[in-house]
Structures are given as structure tokens and as C-alpha cells.
Antibody, heavy 113, light 106 residues
């Protein structure tokens, strides 16, 4: 069974950093691109970033460039999202996804003072 | 960036109704479009990819059509478990973009 499990979400203050993790099982992780998508409370889905199979290609939505970094560790079947300089508008549930086909359950990030 | 505009933003329907949701792209995306269903507090689930290909296990009352800039998701006979929010996604170019969602409610 394909599973994606996110973790690392928290309540943080503006300007702080977080590292979100997503560990997967049930498929050959190194064969797939991985995506991060977020959803602010009561809002629609927003694609954030993705990374290719070996980590050599990464793409980001403009609103997070320079603050977010996606990475992966194929030996650990894990993908990560490093989020720096957090802002109130980053408050959302963050989902990891295998190529936007299969999704995890999400991890909640709340940015508030 | 490619913008996806869904209409309507919400609709009221009854069990057994035929429901059609439209997704318009701001430029030609060929058939690089998927549809998702999302229920409150849950992750999205992909229903359709490549505009019209139904995923395995998705009921046949769901169908998708379109190419280029105009796409539709149709539910032929709405069932109680279909009340949810539906979103389109384009993967033709970066950044990937979603439509704003269509909430189907009673």
C-alpha cells in the first residue's frame, strides 16, 4: 500500500523556520518526482514546489522562492521542505504528494505571534 | 503563470442530479489537466488525469472532457458521497496551478 506521512508542522512565530518531512512507503521512492502543495484555512490548493528523482531539479512557486527549499534523501525514502522566514500567509496545511497522484494526510503550519 | 478559472464556485444539487463543472485555462494546456475531489479535513484525491482518463476505482458516473483551454468535469448522477469540493490542476508548465475549487453541496 502506498503511504505518505508528513510531519514537522507546528505553531511558530513570524520569522522562524521549520522543516517539514514526508516519509513514504509502498513504492520505489527514487523513481518519482515529489511535490509539496499547501492549503490555507478555507482556501484552495496551492502548488509550492517539486523535486525530481535524484534531487537535481527543483521548481518553486514565485511566492516562496528564496525562503523554501525542497530536498530529498532516497536512502530514507523521505522528502523535505525547509521553510525559512515564516510569514502569517504561510499558515496552511502542507501536503506532500507523489507526482500529484497520491497524497499524504498533511501537516499543519500556523504562523502567529 | 497559467490561471485556471473554475465555474461555478459553488453549487447546490440533489442526489440524482447531473452536475457539470467547468475549468478554463488562460492559455493552451493541451490535455495536461487533472481533477481532484476533496472532503473536509481530508487530502485531495485525484479522480481524472489527462483531462478525460478516469483513475482505477473511480465510479463511472464521473467523466472529464476538454482540450486546450476549456475542460469539464461531469457527475452523471450525484450520490451522497459526492458532496465535496472539486478542483482542477494543470501540469503543462511551471508553476503548477489549481483552480479555485467548486463546492458541491446539498
Amino acid at each position: 500500500e502506498v503511504q505518505l506521512v508528513e510531519s514537522g508542522g507546528d505553531l511558530v512565530q513570524p520569522g522562524e523556520s521549520l522543516r517539514l518531512s514526508c516519509v513514504v512507503s509502498g513504492f520505489t521512492f527514487s523513481d518519482f518526482w515529489m511535490d509539496w502543495v499547501r492549503q490555507a484555512p478555507g482556501e484552495g490548493l496551492e502548488w509550492v514546489a517539486n523535486i525530481n528523482q535524484d534531487g537535481s531539479k527543483k521548481y518553486y512557486v514565485d511566492s516562496v522562492k528564496g525562503r523554501f527549499t525542497v530536498s530529498r534523501d532516497n536512502a530514507k525514502n523521505s522528502v523535505y521542505l525547509q521553510i525559512n522566514s515564516l510569514r502569517a500567509e504561510d499558515t496552511a496545511v502542507y501536503y506532500c504528494s507523489r507526482q500529484l497522484e497520491v497524497w499524504g494526510q498533511g501537516t499543519r503550519v500556523t504562523v502567529s505571534s | 503563470d497559467i490561471q485556471l478559472t473554475q465555474s461555478p464556485s459553488s453549487l447546490s444539487a440533489s442526489v440524482g442530479d447531473r452536475v457539470t463543472i467547468t475549468c478554463r485555462a488562460s492559455q493552451d494546456i493541451r490535455n495536461d489537466l487533472a481533477w481532484y475531489q476533496q472532503k473536509p479535513g481530508k487530502a485531495p484525491e485525484r479522480l481524472i488525469y489527462a483531462a478525460s482518463t478516469l483513475l482505477s476505482g473511480v465510479p463511472s458516473r464521473f467523466s472529464g472532457s476538454g482540450y486546450g483551454t476549456e475542460f469539464t468535469l461531469t457527475i452523471s448522477s450525484l450520490q451522497p458521497e459526492d458532496f465535496a469540493t472539486y478542483s482542477c490542476l494543470q501540469w503543462n508548465s511551471y508553476p503548477r496551478t489549481f483552480g479555485q475549487g467548486t463546492k458541491v453541496e446539498v
